[in-house]
């Protein structure tokens, strides 16, 4: 089953190759396949290699700078928490938002702006604006520079202040953004007294543009930053131009980021986060040269195994082209002289040539068989055509010598010779039945005896199922007259025993006598046709041999047993013709 397999996907790959190419071009295109595809995997193989550490290096630069960005922006908000923690825990800040009567411009008072003023200037970071204000419940309090009524504080932040007062809450306040206008965020924790009332909100508002410069470290090109804030889940982006951080950074996520590898770091303190994209493009234009120095390396390769291919496949094919050169220069001398010199070699170019020598030497056995067996049956239609030349006056003259000498043994044997004649012409047909061709070899062992005076018995014994087979004509006969002239010496112990039977698809007729028998040479010598001195009447066994095996096939002809002094025995094997025409030598065929 495995084998069949083996031999259809041979047969289809086969049936892919142009039968126009030559045995050189498949080797070529054979090699060239062959080696493509392990070339193709290295190549396949170090493009995913480069590209990977390519990848790794530039994300792992993006994620050294977004980390040291996430570190520096984590430092700030601890910063700005210490502020609020510094007004927050001061006993004459609390005393002035906790007084319950409203309190005049006196020195508390201007005391406590005081320090709030220090407290703002110390902490001021430079380059950068940021506002520090306190929302106060109590409205007894004096506003200020610093202090305003909690109602001034934008709802939105309020809400969220006075929700979660015990949490510090950085949020951005996109509602005050608008394009060209500074964008802020905010930092805001809520005050609160012994019985855990709010009596305060402490606020620190800062521009956007710090959050930015915490980020300062390069990015590669493309790179879109975006900054999280968990609690409000929002994201802006860090690099867009101002007033256009919220609305760049929900188009971009709106968009999708198919185009963009992730990179983020979280901010600890708050728990925010900041992703860096990074365009894939960037990490494109970055590998073309070492892709182009890759391509070329590779191109390069293809052409060497090009190259080697095509040399291989010359001094492949270049003995099959030597080989078919010898072959055209020997046909003529192999057709010639049979001692044409042998190939050398044990490869299979020499195996094909002695192959092919092997051929040439049997079609020319053949030939030369052929030939002479259209020569004899030349000779043997010109002796038919002889032996029909006027019959009649043959038998006329018989049957003259019958009436005129009136003796009943020679009338006997003249109606023996005149019926064994026509039998043996048979109107020129080479076919006739079993049965005539064993009358024909009675008549002549009836005649024999007459020629002899001989007193040897003779036994004839046929299947009634083979009586009608066709055979070739004089078959049996010679092998009936070797017997009689060679093997039986004519005396009244003597016999020829003629048997017939059916064997399969075969008629089998055995020509059996007791006489002096023979040796194995002798019989080699008759079976192959170099014992010439034992034909008769142009008939030998070896011909006999070769006009079955003409007929029937090479399964067919003769077996002779034989033992010196004992006696022979000598086999006829004919293939099993029944007479379609039911009699009648008209309907049939010659051999």
Request: proline fraction near 2%; hydrophobic fraction near 40%; aromatic fraction near 10%.
């Amino acid at each position: 089953m495995r084998q069949n397999l083996t031999d259809r996907w041979l047969h289809r790959l086969q049936k892919l190759w142009p039968r126009r190419y030559t045995y050189r071009k498949k080797l070529i295109l054979t090699f060239t396949l062959a080696s493509l595809l392990p070339v193709s995997c290295f190549y396949a193989y170090f493009s995913h290699m480069i590209f990977s550490d390519s990848l790794d290096e530039v994300l792992t630069e993006a994620a050294s700078a977004l980390t040291s960005g996430a570190a520096a922006l984590d430092g700030v908000y601890n910063g700005y928490t210490q502020r609020l923690d510094i007004i927050r825990q001061d006993y004459q800040i609390q005393t002035l938002l906790l007084s319950r009567e409203r309190i005049r411009m006196s020195t508390a008072v201007f005391d406590t702006y005081y320090k709030l003023s220090s407290i703002y200037n110390a902490l001021r970071e430079e380059g950068h604006s940021w506002q520090m204000t306190v929302y106060s419940m109590n409205k007894n309090v004096l506003t200020g520079a610093f202090i305003e009524y909690i109602e001034e504080m934008r709802p939105n932040i309020r809400e969220l202040a006075l929700a979660r007062p015990d949490k510090y809450l950085w949020v951005y306040d996109g509602g005050q953004a608008s394009p060209g206008m500074t964008e802020n965020v905010y930092l805001f924790k809520g005050v609160t007294s012994m019985g855990s009332e709010v009596y305060a909100v402490e606020q620190i508002r800062i521009g956007l543009g710090r959050l930015r410069d915490c980020f300062s470290a390069e990015f590669p090109a493309g790179t879109r930053l975006l900054y999280f804030f968990t609690e409000e889940n929002t994201a802006v982006d860090l690099f867009a131009g101002r007033g256009y951080a919220k609305l760049e950074a929900a188009r971009f996520l709106e968009g999708g980021t198919e185009d963009y590898y992730p990179v983020t770091a979280e901010v600890f303190s708050n728990g925010d986060r900041a992703a860096a994209y990074v365009p894939k493009s960037y990490v494109r234009a970055r590998l073309a040269n070492s892709m182009l120095l890759l391509t070329l390396g590779y191109a390069g390769v293809l052409v060497m195994f090009s190259l080697f291919t095509a040399l291989m496949s010359r001094l492949l094919s270049q003995r099959l082209y030597k080989l078919i050169l010898e072959m055209n220069q020997d046909i003529p001398n192999l057709l010639e002289n049979e001692q044409s010199f042998m190939p050398e070699g044990t490869d299979e170019f020499a195996e094909i040539n002695r192959r092919f020598r092997d051929l040439v030497m049997d079609i020319k056995a053949r030939c030369i068989e052929m030939n002479r067996m259209k020569a004899e049956n030349q000779a043997l239609e010109l002796e038919l055509l002889q032996s029909m030349i006027n019959p009649h006056f043959l038998y006329n003259t018989l049957d003259g010598i019958k009436w005129t000498y009136r003796d009943e043994r020679l009338s006997k044997v003249i109606d023996r010779l005149t019926r064994y004649y026509r039998i043996a012409l048979n109107r020129g047909n080479t076919v006739l039945r079993v049965s005539e061709e064993i009358e024909m070899a009675r008549l002549y062992l009836e005649i024999q005896k007459f020629a002899y005076e001989s007193e040897f018995e003779y036994f004839i014994d046929l299947e009634d199922e083979i009586k009608n087979c066709l055979m070739l004509k004089n078959t049996v006969q010679p092998v009936v007259e070797n017997a009689f002239l060679h093997g039986i010496k004519r005396r009244p112990q003597d016999w020829i025993k003629i048997t017939g039977r059916r064997d399969g698809e075969a008629v089998a007729l055995a020509v059996e006598d007791n006489g002096t028998g023979m040796d194995s040479a002798k019989t080699a010598s008759l079976l192959d046709g170099t014992c010439e001195s034992i034909k008769s009447g142009g008939y030998g066994l070896y011909n006999v041999i070769r006009r079955i095996r003409l007929r029937d096939g090479q399964g067919y002809g003769l077996t002779i047993e034989s033992e010196k002094g004992r006696g022979t025995k000598v086999t006829v094997r004919l293939k099993y013709t029944a007479d379609a025409g039911g009699g009648g030598v008209q309907n049939r065929g010659s051999a």
